[in-house]
């Protein structure tokens, strides 16, 4: 008779509102191999949406901005989903998974009460997780990313350190509403019973760790970035901004350092071991091991062995921009966070409001085609295929080149307001100039146009960042893996290679449902198998089967039509600054995003 197989097995659960279409709670189980075993799913809306009044997974106020989550959803929905898990593990045992690592949406916060501890270590495992740790929480709410609220604050901490990009020096970011610091400083001022009556704050992601050790878990190295607290070059709490959230004084900061506790630096190892209501209740082992949680697009550059000068573009309903840095070369438009696993690395991140919604408004405008209701996909990519780069179809001659900016939403990179502009140039980057209402050029150029300017601003951005993959080669990423609903579209592929090049390759990346339970599940993982020193890009890369995990989508760095970009990114960089500075003209900069 053969032996039952007992090798380990690890889980990545996800608690974000982000993934591709659902706002869910996602598990992935997988082996030392990382074959994938299982899967499950909650769906926030689908599952709970009459118990809990969620839209999206949250609340909305539209008076105020705010927008936040019932923390009860996410208990409910972390019970529901490891019942399916078991489920969908049969025949295999529960008992086999080793260890669980996860994601949590950035900069949601939960504020736990002095009972917390109490309630936390004595679950009965008997009754759902909801019912016993409603006296845990000192606020039912958590502070959601999409939250508007924290003008005034983002105004105090802009202004703190002496200014933005001092601000964005220190902790890797300029304020933005959704940023932890800022949240609890709002909190705070709106409700200062409940602020006092918190004994500690939890992001998302530690949050979840916490439920599922039974006692609360310290900050994660990556994530404690998302706060606009922690000072990077030192790589402790900023004292001054920690003052500025708490109120104030020297006492206040400490008091607030206590509520959060000193993040945890090693990425990897483990926490502690499952609380013993998952053992009981989903026939976890007491055993299983809990290793450090991080936020979802950490957790996403963790879904693969993403090397330094490798890209990854989520292509969703904005667009999101990563990469795994050594260098830190913090501004007020982009965020640098801790690798979640690296010492010494970063990752970089470029946030965009715009990006799907806004390609889909020019592929609506296009001219229908005539055996067609409307404009599909199609149509749009046609005329992508169709237009010259840069929609000059004699490059050396008299013909200009074409760019613009195309926000339906109020941007953050660059903070502008809601418009389109149309700009051109010389094929050198030289005579920028705006083309007036009606004298553009025809809708079919737009669909180009979009795109490459999409491109050309990630370009812009990270073109510090990179440097020549090869002799021979000008400075960009080796490889840019894409991501997300647009990762599909063979044209968005093509003007990323086009504009953003890539010396191996553009590769769609295929991770199934949640890229970021995935990438909690290889760092639970690594953090228990790595040896001595070994980074996760290391123990990754040597169990990675490309095949099945991604596909080359596109050639990427194209000689001459590379550099034809890189010829106006200094145009594309003027005609921002022209928008903005004619913005603060007109006294309507006020706005963050
Ligand atoms: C990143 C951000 C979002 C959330 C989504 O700064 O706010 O991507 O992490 O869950």
């Not at 990556?222 to 004084?249: K, T």
């Not at 919604?357 to 169709?386: H, I, M, Y």
């Not at 083309?435 to 990270?462: F, H, K």
Request: hydrophobic share 40%.
């Amino acid at each position: 008779m053969s032996r039952p197989d007992a090798s380990p097995l690890y889980l990545g659960l996800d608690l974000s509102t982000q993934q591709l279409k659902a706002r869910s709670t996602a598990a992935i189980v997988v082996d030392s191999h990382l074959e994938t075993v299982a899967q499950a799913k909650v769906d926030f809306d689908g599952d709970f949406g009459a118990k809990y009044a969620v839209h999206k997974g949250v609340h909305a106020r539209a008076s105020t901005g705010e927008v936040y989550a019932p923390v009860a959803l996410w208990m409910d929905s972390l019970d529901l989903v490891l019942a399916r898990l078991a489920a969908a593990m049969e025949p295999l045992p529960m008992g086999r998974i080793a260890g669980v690592g996860g994601a949590g949406q950035q900069h949601g916060s939960v504020f736990w009460s002095a009972r917390a501890e109490e309630l936390l270590a004595a679950l009965d495992p008997r009754r759902p997780l909801a019912e016993q740790l409603a006296g845990a929480l000192a606020h039912e709410w958590s502070p959601n990313w999409q939250d508007q609220s924290t003008q005034r604050e983002c105004d105090a901490f802009d202004a703190a350190l002496g200014g933005r990009e001092r601000l964005a020096a220190v902790t890797g970011s300029g304020a933005h509403h959704r940023f932890t610091g800022t949240q609890i400083m709002r909190l705070r001022r709106v409700l200062p019973d409940m602020y006092a009556r918190t004994v500690r704050i939890s992001l998302v992601s530690s949050w979840l760790a916490s439920a599922l050790m039974g006692a609360i878990a310290p900050l994660d190295v990556a994530d404690v970035c998302g706060m606009n607290l922690w000072d990077m070059p030192n790589q402790r709490y900023s004292d001054e901004l920690l003052a500025l959230a708490a109120g104030g004084g020297k006492d206040d900061a400490e008091a607030l350092r206590a509520k959060l506790g000193e993040p945890r630096i090693d990425g990897g190892g483990s926490m502690g071991t499952i609380s013993p209501y998952f053992v009981s209740r989903y026939g976890f082992s007491a055993g299983c091991q809990v290793v450090p949680f991080t936020g979802d697009n950490p957790a996403t550059v963790l879904a693969l062995p993403l090397r330094p000068l490798d890209a990854i573009v989520s292509l969703g309903t904005s667009t999101t921009f990563l990469m795994n840095t050594p260098a830190y070369r913090p501004d007020g438009a982009y965020h640098f966070f801790n690798h979640p696993t690296t010492a010494g690395h970063y990752m970089f991140m470029l946030c965009y409001k715009n990006g799907g919604l806004a390609r889909e408004r020019v592929r609506d405008a296009l001219p229908a085609p005539k055996e067609q209701g409307g404009t599909g996909w199609e149509t749009f990519n046609k005329a992508v295929f169709d237009t010259p780069p840069l929609g000059m179809s004699r490059p050396n001659g008299h013909d200009r080149a074409k760019m613009g900016l195309y926000f339906p939403l109020r941007e953050t990179v660059p903070n502008l307001r809601p418009g389109t502009w149309r700009f051109t140039c010389r094929s050198d980057g030289s005579d920028l100039r705006q083309t007036n209402d009606g004298e553009g050029w025809p809708a079919e150029t737009d669909a180009r146009i979009i795109t490459e300017s999409q491109a050309l601003s990630m370009r812009l951005r990270s073109q510090n960042l990179v440097h020549p993959p090869r002799t021979g080669l000008p400075a960009q990423p080796r490889r840019i893996y894409l991501v997300g609903g647009g990762s599909v579209n063979p044209a968005i592929a093509r003007v990323v290679g086009d504009v953003l090049g890539g010396a191996d390759g553009v590769y769609k990346l295929d991770v199934g449902g949640s890229a970021c339970a995935l990438g909690g599940a290889y760092k639970a993982l690594w953090a228990l198998e790595r040896k001595d020193g070994e980074t996760f890009d290391e123990l990754i890369a040597g169990r990675w089967k490309e095949e099945g995990s991604v596909e080359r989508v596109d050639e990427g760095f194209r000689g001459g039509t590379y550099q034809r970009y890189g010829s106006v990114l200094g145009a594309f960089e003027e005609m921002e600054k022209r928008l903005l500075a004619e913005e603060h003209e007109e006294g309507h900069g006020a706005g963050r995003t």
